[in-house]
């Protein structure tokens, strides 16, 4: 089988069914009657530009690459369930405390998504404040926020 249709096999395989590693990939391509090594598989997924995204589990698994938006925004929503801890609207500000040493890591999510009205974020340890344009975008944001929260 050429390189495309093998490449094409994968993208099939990954789509079909959670394959969470290389070895586990090898394996369905040996079902498939390729015999490859877990160095062709790697070098395939990189070429393909295929992702981890988690599963219904919680555990990765490959995808095609998806809209980053949307991938931030579903990585966003698994960090507000487990490290939020609570969100204040004050003015042009919203306050997001989380657990000590997460708000980083939000204000690194969020500044990686447009939100319309964010001018930008500042975090601390357990802290982080999202300053924005107005008080209208201050609260249309915390409703974007508190919606994918809610999910």
Known sequence: MNKDLRLQLITQLITEQEVRTQEELVELLFEKGLNV???????????????????????????????????????????????????????YFIIIKTLPGHA????????????????????????CLI???SPGDANQ????????YRR
């Open 37 to 91: 090594t877990q160095a062709t598989v790697s070098r395939d997924i990189h070429e393909l530009g295929l992702i981890k995204l988690p599963s219904r589990d919680g555990r990765l698994r490959y995808s095609v690459n998806v809209d980053n938006d949307w991938l931030v925004s579903e990585k966003l929503r698994h960090k507000m369930g487990y490290a939020l801890t609570s969100m204040e609207l004050i003015n």
């Open 131 to 133: 300053i924005c344009r």
């Open 104 to 127: 980083h890591a939000f204000g690194a999510l969020l500044d990686s998504i447009e939100l319309d009205g964010k001018a930008g974020t500042i975090c601390g340890n357990d802290t």
């Open 141 to 148: 944001i915390k409703e974007q926020l508190d919606l994918l």
